[in-house]
């Protein structure tokens, strides 16, 4: 058992290490990630939440719901979200709960909050949330590297 125990440790990280290398050469380092939480839903939803891109400024999520699959409390920063496979989704935070029909393509922005979710509907609820981070600058002033766009390739199946 011990054994089998280190092999899935030994595994786990492999995996990991062959994905960061995979990864784009203009891949974040890991010192700007996000240190994960209680709350975090990549802590709360392992099964539900991956990363697809993450640097200082934004971290990048795909989530999918199975019907009938929930996610309990957890907390994002403030958001956006876009449907990329419709579905059917409750939403339960401190002022109650909301069910959201959404459809491929509805893009929602939701201040920082707590809440859980749970797909209500018959067909897998896919979405990708973009966390924002940090302070914002005044309209106006330059990007960290004026006239040039960050892209890192992803993939978001479905």
């Known amino acids: 058992m011990h054994r ?19 990864a784009s050469k203009d891949a974040t380092p890991k010192s700007n990630a996000t240190p994960a939480s209680s709350q975090d839903p990549l802590v709360v939803g392992p099964t539900i939440y991956r990363v697809i891109l993450e640097n200082d400024r934004v971290r990048v999520l795909e989530a999918r719901f199975k019907p009938g699959e929930r996610i309990g409390p957890h907390a994002h920063p403030d958001h956006v979200v876009v449907v990329t ?10 002022e109650g709960t909301r069910e959201i029909d959404a459809k491929v393509g509805d893009t929602f922005y939701s201040p920082a909050e707590t809440h859980s979710a749970q797909n209500v509907g018959t067909t ?4 990708v949330v973009t966390e924002l981070k940090g302070k914002y600058k005044a309209k106006g ?5 004026p006239g040039t766009i ?5 993939k978001v199946d479905g």
């Open 141 to 145: 002033q330059a990007s960290p590297k």
């Open 150 to 154: 960050e892209v890192q390739q992803g």
């Open 124 to 127: 897998e609820f896919v979405c």
């Open 85 to 94: 496979s419709a579905g059917k989704l409750a939403i339960t935070n401190a």
């Open 4 to 22: 089998l125990l280190i092999f899935a440790v030994a595994m786990t990280m492999a995996t990991s290490a062959v994905a960061g290398q995979a």
